[in-house]
């Protein structure tokens, strides 16, 4: 398998050179398409029920969904996904309800779920401190001889952080079958790439681990899934961990709580916005001939109608009582727990 | 029963432990080749192969960041922080993830680590390698603390750690290490986490301690002239409650002895149960003896610092004289 090795700063792309990518016949280039549809769906639909109260603060992923759907569709269902944030509704593509996601911005404990009925790992919250966790995963799993191999999401601001430079050491030494995909959006909060790093490029920092790195179009799903698939071989044959760098750009807020004008440039995002990556997928398959608009206008409704059952669900999560505050914290709870309830019950009640 | 001195007891315990089950490892900064810094983990990497018994990179927070996605995987990891002071970039993934993660699931997954780690002050060694970290770890919702003062104890209480469903951190005292000897039971032995021991018993007043402080409460009974009871917590999370209320019922009188700084320091935290739920049974005020609300000292005056026989009888004459 070729290795990239730093210097080679070229995006690897699909889209724009027409390429076809061997492999992916016709169904799978529409599963593909609609899987993007239902996340731009999801974020679409998830900044509106921000907006009307229904979901509390959200991280918008608008033209992240070719990194996340591509990249997620390169793996096998006993693959484990550690997903960011950013990447909060990846597991609607193992199957994780969309309600449940939407109750975990609903602040709701309905929003969480248990990690292995689909190998997606909590959202981490924290940033890259998950990056460890895929790696202990993969290397556990390596050491029990199961096949899987695991990816970690994370964003530019991450390879900053201590948790990355930890994880992906760790994951090189150990030989992990692991795959760190980095979703470069250019952005942290305020802060651009060129204030988090002085590498010429992300993809440079593969080389300090002794693992090989692959930069490519982040906007373009095909690219996305062919370099993810790349390393996934990589890493279930047993050569270890690959650094992916997805290279896109954040066109919405950081979170429905961020105000990018203050230090965006709103004319650079107005331009991205026209290469935003669902509709250069929508043109590709047009061009093949795959997607007739009948098909398009289905896997929309379909989207549609799925969050539309989805919020309707987690609005109909019964209020979490008090009690849910001392529950699964241990396995053994203390007795200070019963007491406590029992006198916040008795305050409550009166 | 053969005799060990306390850091033999916690290497017995670790062979015992992988021993039984196949899903247990040790993970850590020398643990394998050279078998630890302290000889904790000897012979484990020869016996059980360098896959259980892993040199990891310097690297703590990772240490414990993988030992979580271990456990994801099915194993039952047993890390070792090379030092009390050396843990503290540990404690990222242990506030963020490892007291977490289970309630985070909803129960789904279990988080059965072990944070293992010599810990104190009194080993002439250079700045940092001295601390008594227990409030940082106690601290943390999901996780329980035990701390060891004898070879039995050390060993027993390593054992219900591990076997534990829950994350817990063994701080084991490492000015005793080597000093401390006594007959440890052989094969399987396990002491049931959250249960104090009367390490003596007495009447008319009660000194707590935990691990390297239990010695110098006994050498401190020994000096006074009154009868008087140690109690040696052997777990501070959770806590035997019963235990320490029993004994305040019973002599009226508390001195808590901690070699960390006062400050919110877990004598505070027995202090305010003792304030709470004693109060008519003491006869005087529950007294501290901890170390001092400043950085560990150079070791030419760290005795200074540390909690000695003489400032523990201080305390006590001072109570029963009050």
Redesign the interface.
Known sequence: MAQVLPGEHELRRVIDEDREVEGLGEADLLELYRSLILLRTYDERSLVYHRQGRIGTYAIFWNHEAAQVGSAHALEDDDWIFPSYRESAIGLLRGLPPATVLSWWRGHPAGWWNPADYNVASICVPIATHVPHAAGLAWGKKLKGDGAVAIAYFGDGATSEGAFHEGANFAAVMGAPLVLFCTNNQWAISTPLEAQTKAEALVDKAAGYGMPGIRVDGGDVLAVYEATREAVARARDGEGPTFIEAVTYRVAPHATADDPRAYIDLARVEEEKQRECVGRYDAYLRRLGVLTDELAHEFKEDALATMRAAIAAAEAEPPAGPEELFEHVYVDPPTSFGSDLAELRRILDA | MPELYLVEAVNDALHCELARDESVMVMGEDVGRAGGVFRATAGLRERFGA?RCVD??L?E??I????????????RPVCEMQYDAFSY?CL??LI??VGR??????????FPLVVRMPYGGGVRAPELHDDSPETFYVHV??V?VAVPSTPADAKGLLAAAIRD??PVVVLEPKLIYRTERGEVPEGEHVVPLGRARVVREGDDLTIVAYGAMVPVAERAADAIDASVEVLDLRTL??LD?EALLASAAKTGRVVLVQEAPRTVGYAAELAAILAEKAILDLRGPVLRVTGYDVPYPYWQIEDAYMPSVERVVDAARRLLAF
């Open positions: 896959d990891t990179p690297a927070a990772g414990l960041g993988t030992a979580v996605g271990l456990c994801m995987a099915g194993w970039p990222d993934q963020n993830h993660y289970r309630w985070r699931t909803r129960g789904g997954m279990e919702p999901g329980k469903p829950d999370k959770p409650e």
